[in-house]
């Protein structure tokens, strides 16, 4: 597989694996996160050929964003690293509202860049639609900051197929970022085959869906954080999960290698898909994330991998 790719037609060159940084900081997502381990993650990406980075301003809040900046400050190496970021979370009465007004989103990726400590940000979506602004006015928006070299590309995410096309009416949608992972497969219906037709990139979030796809999980685990939210880590259905996992693993022994690499391989072989940002707690999962590289997928096992989750 290569080990540099295009993102769309982004211009953004990067490592097909990324690192998704909402346990650097997400204390709001994770309990007990310690900052220094995930400034480590991110060190630990960078030392190992990860150039790109995905954050939003909610991860922590605004923690994600900040140590990132500092790692890559200590570092001195802004213009090796692609930093993608996300804004339209606002709270009002300490309630979480989405904004996607061009005034709010000027302002977001204003407060990015200082938290980032950089002059520009390579990707900058919308993280989740809002009910009142038309979507190609909230692009538009981005459109004017990409001009003036604040952000380098524009995404969205968490937009409707309709949202996506109303955000596209001009050409202007680089990226978009949405849910997908073999458990999760709306996407195929339409959002996968619209970016590949329309030349946007498709980001999967949760890849390894929130690390039940990296196979190290058994019926005895137990979740103390958001997962525990989580149906597919519920009951009965976690226990048929962990069976399909199985399944996968079965594959990836025979090919001498592990049930994470295997699945993030297989999500690269989609036309629309170039890159993928697995998360990570620990830095020696960010350096395994990295074999699925070598990973080369037959027709055969894409198929049989596509079987076991079809249903
Ligand atoms: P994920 O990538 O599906 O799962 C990551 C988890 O899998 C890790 O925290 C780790 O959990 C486990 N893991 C990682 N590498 C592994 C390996 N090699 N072998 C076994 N287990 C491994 O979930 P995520 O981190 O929540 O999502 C990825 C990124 O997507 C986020 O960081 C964020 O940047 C982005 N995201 C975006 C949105 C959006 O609205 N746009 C929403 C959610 C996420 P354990 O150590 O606990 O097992």
Same mark, same amino acid.
Not at 62 to 80: A, F, M, Q, T
Not at 109 to 116: P, T
Not at 149 to 165: A, P, R, T, Y
Not at 183 to 200: H, Q, S
């Given at each position: 597989?290569?080990?540099?790719?295009?993102?769309?037609?982004?211009?953004?060159?990067?490592?097909?694996?990324?690192?998704?940084?909402?346990?650097?900081?997400?204390?709001?997502?994770?309990?007990?996160?310690?900052?220094?381990?995930?400034?480590?993650?991110?060190?630990?990406?960078?030392?190992?050929?990860?150039?790109?980075?995905?954050?939003?301003?909610?991860?922590?809040?605004?923690?994600?964003e900040e140590l990132i900046g500092e790692v890559i400050k200590e570092r001195g190496s802004r213009d090796s690293v692609v930093i993608?970021? +996300?804004?339209?979370?606002?709270?009002?009465?300490?309630?979480?509202?989405?904004?996607?007004?061009p005034a709010f989103l000027k302002d977001a990726v204003e407060s990015s860049l200082k938290r980032l400590q950089t002059d520009y940000?390579?990707?900058?979506?919308?993280?989740?639609?809002?009910?009142?602004?038309?979507?190609?006015?909230?692009?538009?928006?981005? #459109?004017? &900051?990409?001009?003036?070299?604040?952000? +380098?590309?524009?995404?969205?995410?968490?937009?409707?197929?309709?949202?996506? #096309?109303?955000?596209?009416?001009?050409?202007?949608?680089?990226?978009?970022?949405?849910?997908?992972?073999?458990?999760?497969?709306?996407?195929? +219906?339409?959002?996968?085959?619209?970016?590949?037709?329309?030349?946007?990139?498709?980001?999967?979030?949760?890849? &390894?869906?929130?690390?039940?796809?990296?196979?190290?999980?058994? #019926?005895?685990? +137990?979740?103390?954080?958001?997962?525990? %939210?989580?149906?597919?880590?519920?009951?009965?259905?976690?226990?048929?999960?962990?069976? #399909?996992?199985?399944?996968?693993?079965?594959?990836?022994?025979? %090919?001498?290698?592990?049930?994470?690499?295997?699945? &993030?391989?297989?999500?690269?072989?989609?036309?629309?898909?170039?890159?993928?940002?697995?998360?990570?707690?620990?830095?020696?999962?960010?350096?395994?994330?990295?074999?699925?590289?070598?990973?080369?997928?037959?027709?055969?096992?894409?198929?049989?991998?596509?079987?076991?989750?079809?249903?």
């Amino acid at each position: 597989m290569a080990e540099q790719i295009e993102i769309g037609k982004s211009g953004l060159i990067v490592n097909p694996i990324g690192l998704g940084t909402n346990a650097v900081g997400g204390h709001n997502l994770y309990p007990d996160l310690n900052e220094e381990t995930g400034k480590e993650l991110v060190r630990t990406a960078l030392d190992h050929g990860i150039n790109f980075l995905d954050t939003a301003f909610i991860y922590g809040p605004e923690r994600s964003e900040e140590l990132i900046g500092e790692v890559i400050k200590e570092r001195g190496s802004r213009d090796s690293v692609v930093i993608a970021t +996300k804004g339209a979370h606002k709270f009002v009465d300490g309630e979480v509202e989405f904004d996607n007004s061009p005034a709010f989103l000027k302002d977001a990726v204003e407060s990015s860049l200082k938290r980032l400590q950089t002059d520009y940000i390579d990707l900058f979506y919308i993280h989740f639609p809002d009910e009142h602004t038309p979507k190609d006015e909230a692009v538009g928006a981005l #459109k004017e &900051l990409k001009d003036q070299g604040k952000i +380098k590309s524009i995404g969205v995410s968490n937009f409707s197929i309709e949202q996506l #096309k109303e955000a596209n009416k001009d050409g202007y949608v680089d990226v978009l970022q949405a849910e997908y992972n073999l458990f999760k497969r709306e996407a195929e +219906k339409d959002l996968l085959p619209y970016t590949a037709e329309n030349n946007i990139s498709f980001v999967p979030y949760f890849p &390894l869906a929130s690390g039940l796809l990296g196979g190290k999980y058994t #019926k005895d685990t +137990k979740f103390n954080d958001i997962r525990a %939210k989580i149906p597919l880590f519920q009951g009965e259905a976690f226990i048929r999960n962990l069976e #399909k996992v199985d399944q996968v693993r079965e594959i990836a022994n025979a %090919k001498n290698a592990e049930v994470a690499h295997v699945v &993030l391989a297989w999500y690269l072989t989609w036309d629309a898909i170039d890159t993928i940002i697995p998360g990570a707690k620990k830095p020696e999962q960010v350096i395994n994330n990295l074999k699925t590289l070598n990973v080369e997928l037959t027709k055969e096992e894409i198929d049989k991998i596509d079987s076991i989750f079809k249903d």
